[in-house]
């Protein structure tokens, strides 16, 4: 009677762990979700990174690992705008040029070559644009960029006054011409840019 006890309880401890397995593997063997997460939903889901003001649903932004991604500061003077005022040609034309660009540092420079700050009659001392996008390997841009951050002291129509300048830096500058171990890798690779406008202005928006 012992024997047959103890065998029944192996068999049924080997049996529970079969059945762990088998449903193991059949969650493995699920194929991908396709609905956001949430406190209502099922497994398996996708984890979202959707904020309040995103009219869901909506999917995951997944962010690169630390390092992956791109960044740029390109801080607008009193003298770098007279540097780019007299030399307005020659960069549309370098940017535009034959030469592909093969670096990280070239890119960064015909970006700046391109960037042309509102008037000092419709800018702020002191505002912070940044954007976000990605390049194909043609040098196109991915998407339309996406705003990140304004300053938010800063009035609707300044903020569209310096996203009319980001859309025609963009225009001017694109698509850039990449060699081809640049165009693999830059592709697809997220790039922010902050905008930064420290000219003197004077007419009476220099408060920050």
Request: aromatic content about 6%; overall charge negative.
């Amino acid at each position: 009677m012992g024997l047959s006890r103890g065998a029944l309880i192996v068999c049924g401890i080997v049996g529970v762990g079969f059945g762990a397995t088998d449903r193991a593997a059949a969650q493995v063997e699920l194929p991908p979700a396709q609905a956001p997460c949430s406190v209502l939903s099922g497994e398996p889901c996708h984890p979202s990174f959707c904020d309040i003001f995103d009219g869901g649903p909506c999917f995951p932004q997944y962010l690169p690992p630390i390092g992956e991604d791109l960044r740029l500061t390109i801080v607008s003077t009193d003298d770098n705008e007279r540097a780019a005022k007299s030399e307005q040609g020659q960069n549309t034309a370098a940017t535009a040029g034959d030469q592909p660009l093969n670096s990280i540092g070239a890119m960064y420079a015909a970006l700046r070559a391109c960037w042309m700050p509102p008037p000092k009659d419709a800018a702020r001392h002191g505002m912070q644009y940044t954007i976000r996008f990605a390049f194909k390997r043609d040098g196109e841009i991915v998407a339309p960029p996406r705003v990140t951050y304004a300053s938010h002291d800063a009035p609707p129509d300044i903020r569209a006054h310096y996203q009319e300048a980001v859309d025609a830096a963009l225009a001017r500058c694109t698509p850039l011409h990449f060699s081809s171990g640049m165009a693999g890798a830059v592709a697809g690779r997220p790039i922010a840019i902050r905008f930064v406008d420290e000219r003197t202005l004077d007419n009476g928006a220099s408060a920050r």
